[in-house]
């Protein structure tokens, strides 16, 4: 079994001896980043994103009240907890660092067993957000993601196509003759084969930014970031033979005595002239085609509107 990454925590003070101590305080637990400033703690602080940041509020250059407020203003690491960590032990210098966001506030000299019980606590928390956050974009049934982070990520996907010019492929499964299905065999038996199918479609998506998702009902959505038309169709290929290939019972098809699905599905290389919602209306009309040609096919629009 696989077990847990260790939680990162990045420390920001300019004070070499302090980030040492707290390095020292820390390694046994937690993966430690260390910067030595302001700038390069927003810099570590992107291209790592710490679950928990340890800032020093009095900094040369860029102390840490701006330090936080650019974290704040960054999408990247507006949720990074922070707890400053300062001499500074004015409660109104407590309160400033709490209004602008900051989690927690320890004074200096700092006691070694406040700072690992006060990153603890807080690094319990995070593993709890993301515990609930990873639920709330789950769906119950078949484990994929849910129709609210397919939009999420559609959205985020078709705004960095644009801007790369890459292409991005889009495709809506649907499980073929699956009313009746339920009528013939009931509906926990329905559940069983959705799982059953998930499982296969997930399995083909391996690629980092791929996303498998449950649309709707018995319909699922593929979409597949910086693939073209090709490998796109290729791909939806291989998964509809796969599933075919489970021979899955369906006494009750229209198509074939085992369980198939339809699949349509679209690739859009230049921007410009269509929008992410008519791009998915393509994918539902081309869905709408491959049923009424007769189920257990795919089709495919390649270029713009």
Known sequence: MNLPAMQK???????????EVLAELLK??????????????????????????????????????????????DPLT???????????????DEANGLNMGASDYIAKPFNATVVTARVALHLQV????RMLERLANVDGLTELANRRRFDEVYAAEW?????????????LLDIDCFKQYNDHYGHPAGDRVLRSVARTVASFMRRP???????GGEELALLMPDTDAVQAQYLVDCVCRAIEQLALAHGASLVKPVLTVSVGGATIAEFGGESAT???????????????AGRNRVEWRQGGK
Not at 13 to 18: A, K
Not at 126 to 129: G, S, W
Not at 209 to 215: F, G, M, N, Q, V
Not at 278 to 292: F, G, P, T
């Open 159 to 171: 705004k960095r196509a644009q801007g790369e010019r890459r292409p991005l492929s889009l495709a």
């Open 126 to 129: 995070v593993r709890q957000r």
């Open 9 to 19: 925590v990045l420390v920001a003070d300019d004070d070499g001896i302090n980030r």
């Open 209 to 215: 930014a791929d996303l498998a998702a449950r649309y």
């Open 78 to 92: 507006e949720h990074i907890s922070v707890i400053f960590i300062s001499g500074l032990d004015r409660p109104e």
């Open 28 to 73: 046994p637990e937690y993966t430690v980043l260390l910067a030595k400033n302001g700038a390069q703690a927003l810099e570590r602080a992107a291209r790592h994103l710490p679950d928990l940041i340890l800032l020093d509020v009095i900094m040369p250059d860029m102390d840490g009240y701006e330090v936080l407020r650019r974290l704040r203003a």
């Open 278 to 292: 008519e791009l998915l209306d393509a994918v539902d009309n081309q869905l709408y085609r491959a049923k009424h």
